[in-house]
């Protein structure tokens, strides 16, 4: 890891609003920003493309679904993502893919073949970063690790904005219960479960805007870039 360039990692659970204060710290600072969710969500695509039936046998697949990973030909641009030149941007959202994600999450050999690729983003003058493993596994150095969650309720809810908000049709009740799964499957996954790193400050958003949170974030970073704390 380059030890001179600032890293922000951002972990926390699935819809707690962690992509939207990360890529704004990004923004604010003119830092890099990586979706390290999207690679997951990207190498579930690739594999149900190429015809491997990831939810019902991903782990009979783990191979093939490495593979995918370590080959994955994708470009990001500004908030856009492109799969072999296909825009996939909203493809990777809907609940099938998410669901999918999660199960390809949790194989050994896909996290390790997307390893390097996540530590490839660390570029000057810095980079903010969120997903589950950020101050765990990734980036074990980074100079400021945030754990961001919120209620399951309050995240369900947002998720459902989402949703319709890009189109998509969506229901409450599932969201929650799929949410619920998620969480569960994320936290006691054997291989970089989602846990908050001991040098993670905890950050609730349940009753906080993403303005507040991206405040704060930037707060906590100024706190330790000031003092050179790594
Ligand atoms: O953050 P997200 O909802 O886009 O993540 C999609 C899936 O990928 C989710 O099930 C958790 C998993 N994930 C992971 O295991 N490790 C990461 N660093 C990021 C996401």
Redesign the pocket.
């Known amino acids: 890891m380059s030890p001179n360039i600032p890293v922000i990692a951002i972990d926390g659970p699935?819809a707690s609003g962690?992509?939207t204060v990360a890529s704004r710290v990004a923004l604010t600072l003119g830092f890099h920003y990586l979706?390290?969710?999207?690679l997951?969500?990207l190498t579930a695509l690739a594999s149900r493309q190429k015809g491997i039936p990831v939810l019902e046998q991903a782990q009979q697949y783990e191979q093939d679904i490495a593979e995918c990973a370590a080959k994955l030909d994708v470009r990001f641009e500004g908030e856009l993502i492109f799969l072999q030149e296909e825009d996939v941007s909203l493809a990777i959202r809907d609940e099938q893919t998410?669901r999918e994600?999660?199960r390809v999450?949790a194989l050994g050999a896909v996290r390790a073949a997307l390893l390097q690729r996540q530590r490839e983003f660390l570029q000057a003058p810095g980079l903010v970063t969120?997903?589950?493993?950020?101050a765990t596994v990734?980036f074990p150095d980074a100079n400021l690790k945030v754990f961001l969650t919120a209620s399951a309720e309050e995240r369900a809810l947002r998720r459902y904005k989402q949703l319709i908000g890009k189109g998509f049709t969506a229901n409450m009740v599932d969201l929650l219960k799929d949410i619920c799964e998620?969480d569960e499957r994320?936290a006691s996954r054997e291989h970089?479960p989602l846990v908050q790193d001991s040098r993670a400050g905890l950050l609730d958003t349940t009753y906080l805007s993403a303005d507040a949170a991206v405040a704060e974030v930037l707060r906590r970073y100024q706190i330790v870039s000031s003092h050179d704390c790594v």
């Open positions: 699935s962690k992509g979706d390290s969710g999207a997951y969500r998410s994600a999660s999450a969120d997903g589950r493993d950020m990734v998620r994320d970089a």
